[in-house]
């Protein structure tokens, strides 16, 4: 660290502190009411949260009563208001420590005694939960599309809605919490109805940014995914991602540009380890081959490609080291990695206790498995923040630009405030073309940054000021002595700025050899686990024929997807092929022919751990 | 006469003046992969409907040419060298229909719907289509009037209803039926066939009357059509960001194989005029090239003419002072149609022989190409 850093930093540190003994004595001016908001912007204080810490009890689900609710309600012989208004399945559940270990324990007067595994570091979780920042709204005027009964989504924005644009696939995967063409129908949405469902989600507010995400099945099977993705970019959303098996792209190398046209931006993309053996249980002998073209075609489309990991315990565990040194060394090409510990839903609802504890994965499991990958580089109780810390950023984001006029107030910010047990992350910065790279809470102190833009918001004071203590708490919370070599600090300020959407030097401008590796962990609620203080507050909605529903309400609990899917299915399985034609699917364990080889050098990491590259084609 | 299952091309000579493209570029579906495939445009073609222009992007024209295509080679089981015929004034989705038969190996027939019946029927009866086109009822009216001299036609896909299904299928439900057979591994299909099409295999017929009535089928190859396509891109340079506006009532073979050049080069946007409208849109759109009937062009041409009386100063005394010059009356006149004609025309074509008046006024001003689709020139 330069003399020059080490002065900058102390001035800053002083001009803060000598800021904020005026500014703390003169009253909070009030918050901005920008247009897409039902209030004033929300101040720290006015923030609520879920219960929190241990022991505390909560609101749950007994496995065997919703399943077999779930099916009489489909068989007809229940009916769906059940779900609505009654409680159908509810318990109490108790998380408590045991043994070193957090664990969830419920009772069912039918059906006796359930427990399962939360977390393997009970400080982990108690620091996650400490960093939260609050929820954001309560939602206003959503009747229309949040109706649910107790599985009603009741605070917040979201930060992604997913759509899903077909329940068809080609792929036959084990894990699948979609039961894809196994369920017997098809459930296809119309291009009319992707259009009232994405219009209904900026019927409300707040009304929000968020990102759009086609899912499915694979979404590319839909023939409405281009028009989709054109529809939500015409509507106002600035980001469509769809969670793809990218085989699509692997076999079409021009679809690719065509979704970059349509407005189609980031690649949610499937991938499970980097070997073809660490992929096998997807049943495609050589998926990774696969995936690497995809990834080419994607790259070369100028798609974002965030990869997408399902962990489970003793099968592919012990790939998440590999899979995110591969993220690092390709960080030119993706923005990052979502690793999501094993939900036992769809197809493995009927799983056996057995193979459930012996497969269960937490985030705890994941902090320390890539601690201990990267020798300690990376900090389970340093780094790992929830993600509705995000929130934090967005509540300064919002402020800065509803200060910047009524033209920027269309929407509100994209917000994650989910509870802080549905998912934690670690920031990385990493360069491009040297592959160094580092975690941003190293070198630069983000829980009193948190704390400073909480200050920055709650005071309200005006644009000018309110820079001015952005750029104040900036420095002085980046120490450049631990930074990566390289990395400046007018570079760092770069990134965030962009990652700000611009809001901090009012332009936005991609700088050109750092980048943020986004390293998530979002573990999705099974009957086991499941929790109705995280379901209200769910950010990850899915926007269905039958409104919003919650992402862990739709794919378990009480098994909304199901019901709407049975509800709106288009046909029977057989009646669909005859009428429209078969489409392909690749699986029973043999390779798929696709046109062309990759072509990039993919430093790739072998089983064991030793790294080589890969020249392939 | 030729069948619908004939796969000879009835005339392949290649026509004087016309020099055959290289071999990347000699079929009209190698044309359009590449353009598809690389290009610098993000829409292809532009209509007025609802009070605004409203756009189609190329990865749609693409999308619905695989997905009719499709349509066609698996459900009607359109082979190569089968005709389709498209009876319908031009709109939209002539482009469309034109491509989804041509690029895979079929052969596309322009019939003007508007032939009296006697002709329409012998036409037809001549063509032997395997499918046909039409733009909505009143097409359908007059091709169900002489279906019994068709008997191969399977298949009759409207561009708009309403219509009883028995009768037709409209175009919007083929489109969404050839979606779900839109997969990766059918469109790679789709434009390896495409690429496997013969340059000497027919590609567009058109019918011509003779100053009897009689009517006869003409056909371009595979080869001529890209041959011309390259002379009309060498004579209507290709530039990023161009607009091009193409109106008539009937669609003439210089009118598609304009359409079909501005859309096979990759990087000029084509505005289908709307009937009766085309000085208004000419004057909103102001497009780089003009492809129009004549008249619709002197009436365009005409249509504004700045009151010179009305400017003062300097200015204002000079050229009125040059008005009285007929050398420069007449170089006035014809600025006045070109600011008429939007002011960025470069290239302006007739669909047809203009008269001295059209060539009179817009000669010089920018190149008004008078070289027909047959090689025959004008001027």
């Known amino acids: ?617 | 006469m030729p069948t619908s299952s004939s796969t000879e091309p009835i005339s392949t000579q290649a026509r004087d003046g016309f020099v055959p493209p290289p071999e990347a570029v000699r079929t009209v579906g190698r044309v359009h992969l590449g353009a598809m495939r690389e290009h610098d445009r993000k829409v292809v073609l532009l209509h007025w409907e609802g009070g605004r222009w409203q756009d189609t992007p190329d990865w749609r024209l693409d999308r619905q040419v695989i997905r009719l295509g499709l349509h066609l080679q698996s459900r009607v089981g359109l082979a190569q060298g089968e005709r389709v015929v498209i009876l319908s004034p031009l709109r939209r989705e002539w482009l469309l229909a034109d491509l989804s038969a041509a690029v895979q190996g079929a052969v596309a027939i322009a019939v003007d719907p508007d032939l009296p019946e006697p002709a329409l029927a012998a036409a037809l009866a001549q063509i032997a289509p395997r499918a046909a086109f039409v733009a909505g009822p009143d097409e359908l009216e007059r091709l169900e009037s002489v279906r019994e001299g068709i008997p191969g036609l399977e298949e009759v896909i409207a561009f708009e209803g309403p219509l009883a299904p028995e009768r037709a299928a409209l175009l919007c439900e083929v489109l969404d039926l050839g979606g779900t057979l839109d997969t990766a591994e059918r469109a790679g299909a789709f434009r390896a066939r495409a690429r496997e099409v013969s340059p000497d295999a027919c590609a567009l017929g058109y019918v011509e009357r003779g100053a009897d009535g009689s009517t006869a089928c003409r056909y371009l190859s595979h080869c001529e059509v890209t041959a011309r396509l390259a002379h009309l891109g060498a004579r209507a340079t290709v530039r990023k960001g161009d607009v091009a506006y193409l109106t008539g009532s009937a669609v003439t073979p210089e009118l598609r194989l304009a359409l079909l050049a501005f859309a096979g080069d990759g990087s000029t946007t084509t505005a289908i005029g709307t009937p009766g409208r085309a000085a208004v849109e000419i004057s909103a759109l102001r497009p780089h090239k003009i492809v129009a009937p004549p008249e619709v062009l002197l009436a365009a041409a005409t249509q504004v003419t700045p009151r010179r009386e009305g400017k003062g100063g300097a200015r204002g005394w000079l050229e009125r002072a040059a008005h009285l010059v007929p050398r420069s009356r007449e170089r006035s006149r014809r600025q006045e149609s070109l600011a008429a004609l939007g002011g960025r025309a470069r290239w302006i074509h007739p669909t047809a022989v203009p008269d001295s008046s059209v060539r009179g006024r817009l000669h010089h001003a920018v190149t008004i190409d008078l070289v027909s689709s047959d090689g025959a020139c004008w001027t």
Not at chain 1, 7 to 28: I, S, T
Not at chain 1, 203 to 218: A, H, I, L, T, Y
Not at chain 1, 332 to 338: A, E, I, L
Not at chain 1, 526 to 534: E, K, V
């Open chain 1, 1 to 617: 660290m330069t003399k020059l850093d080490a002065v900058v930093k102390e001035l800053a540190n002083l001009g803060w502190r000598g800021f904020q003994a005026v500014n703390e004595r003169v009253p909070d001016s009030p918050s901005p009411s920008p247009e897409w908001a039902p209030g004033p912007l929300l101040k720290t204080y006015q923030r609520t949260k879920p219960p929190l810490g241990w022991p505390r009890e909560t609101d749950s689900l007994c496995p065997r009563c919703v399943v077999e609710t779930r099916s009489a309600i489909i068989r007809g012989e229940r009916d769906l208001a059940e779900l609505v208004d009654g409680h159908v399945g509810e318990v109490k559940a108790h998380i408590l420590e045991e043994g070193g270990r957090l664990v969830i324990r419920k009772a069912c007067p039918e059906h006796g005694t359930f427990e399962d595994l939360l977390s393997i570091d009970p400080e982990f979780s108690r620091i996650v939960e400490s960093r939260y920042y609050g929820r954001d709204f309560r939602t206003l005027g959503d009747e229309k599309v949040h109706r649910h009964g107790t599985s009603s989504i009741r605070y917040g924005r979201g930060a992604v809605l997913t759509i899903d644009l077909t329940n068809r696939c080609n792929m036959m995967c084990s894990p699948c919490f979609m039961d894809a063409n196994q369920v017997g129908y098809v459930h296809e949405l119309t291009l009319d109805e992707i259009k009232e469902i994405l219009d209904d989600s900026i019927s409300f507010k707040p009304r929000r940014q968020m990102s759009v995400q086609f899912s499915g099945g694979e979404p590319t099977m839909s023939p409405h995914f281009l028009e989709a993705c054109r529809y939500a970019k015409e509507i106002g959303y600035y980001s469509v991602q769809a969670a793809t098996n990218g085989l699509r792209f692997a076999l079409e190398p021009e679809f690719a540009d065509q979704a970059k046209e349509a407005g189609f931006d980031i690649a949610y993309f499937q991938f499970d380890g980097v070997t073809n053996e660490g992929n096998s249980h997807r049943h495609i002998t050589n998926l990774f081959d696969v995936k690497q073209k995809a990834i080419e075609s994607l790259h070369a489309a100028d798609i974002d490609i965030l990869p997408v990991t399902t962990v489970v315990n003793t099968v592919n565990d012990r790939q998440v080291g590999p899979i995110l040194q591969f993220v690092i060394d390709n960080c030119d090409k993706m923005g990052g990695v979502s690793f999501q510990p094993v939900s036992f839903t769809g197809r493995d609802e009927d799983i056996s206790d057995q193979d459930r504890h012996r497969q269960r994965y937490t985030i705890s499991h994941l902090a320390h498995d890539l601690s201990r990958c990267f020798d300690g580089k990376l900090d389970p109780h340093r780094d790992w923040y929830p993600l509705g810390a995000m929130g934090a950023f967005t509540a300064l984001a919002d402020h800065l630009r509803a200060l910047s006029g009524p033209e920027s107030n269309r929407f509100g910010g994209l917000c994650c405030s989910c509870h802080p047990n549905c998912g934690s992350s670690v920031l990385l910065v990493a360069n491009r073309r040297t592959k160094a790279w580092g975690a941003i809470t190293q070198f630069f102190d983000m829980d009193r940054f948190i704390k400073d833009v909480g200050v920055i918001c709650d005071t309200g004071r005006g644009k000018g000021l309110s820079l001015t203590q952005v750029a104040l708490a900036f420095l002085r919370n980046f120490d450049a002595r631990k930074a990566p070599a390289g990395l400046t600090l007018f570079e760092f300020l770069k990134l965030f700025n962009y990652k700000m959407g611009g809001s901090v030097l009012g332009y936005k401008e991609k700088e050109a050899d750092w980048t943020v590796l986004w390293v998530g962990g979002m573990w999705f609620q099974d009957l086991w686990t499941y929790d109705f203080r995280r379901t209200e507050m769910c950010v990850i909605p899915y926007g269905t024929q039958e409104g919003e529903v919650s992402f862990c309400a739709y794919n378990t609990g009480v098994g909304w997807r199901q019901i709407v899917e049975n509800m709106h299915s288009v046909a029977r399985t057989p009646e669909w092929f005859n009428a429209r034609g078969k489409h392909k699917i690749y699986a029973g364990d043999r390779p798929m022919q696709v046109p062309g080889k990759p072509s990039l050098k993919l430093p790739i990491l072998q089983a064991g751990g030793t790294p080589r590259v890969r020249e392939i084609g």
